[in-house]
């Protein structure tokens, strides 16, 4: 069995993220899922600025939201992010969004990210050294 890997945290809905109506506009959720990856990285010892400084980047490759309810203006949501292991040369997540104060879910989510070269942009088809070694220490490998 996998070792679970989660990371949650918590952002405070801007004013600049809603609309006239205090809505927060739906591209925005997809930035909380970022948000999220982030942190993930900064807890897990996987971040985006460890990773180009091994010669890699991560780019997103696909991404899914389904939206259960809406976040307003002055709400706090937090992010739940979950790695999700895989064979493949790719960082996978899922994600759950819940309202702060109410703990309703208010979206869930899902993305996938491939490691390329980050001189020739050659997609890797293995997972790179430091990333098999992350899996071991993490108990997925």
Not at 77 to 85: C, H, K, M
Not at 88 to 103: E, I, P
Not at 124 to 135: G, T
Request: net charge positive; aromatic share 14%.
């Amino acid at each position: 069995m996998h070792k679970k890997l989660i990371c949650r945290t918590e952002i405070s809905i801007r004013f600049n993220e809603a609309d006239p109506l205090g809505i927060v506009w739906h591209g925005h959720y997809i930035r909380y899922f970022e948000d999220g990856r982030e942190a993930f990285g900064k807890e897990h010892s996987l971040s985006y600025l460890d990773v180009f400084k091994l010669g890699y980047v991560i780019p997103v490759v696909s991404v899914a939201c389904d939206f259960k309810k809406s976040l307003r203006y002055g709400d706090t949501v937090i992010v739940e992010t979950r790695f999700i292991p895989c064979e493949a040369a790719k960082l996978k997540f899922s994600y759950r969004l819940f309202n702060a104060a109410t703990g309703d879910l208010v979206a869930t989510g899902s993305s996938v990210q491939v490691f390329l070269d980050k001189e020739e942009s050659l997609l890797q088809l293995s997972n790179p050294p430091f990333f098999e070694a992350w899996k071991k220490k993490q108990g997925l490998a």
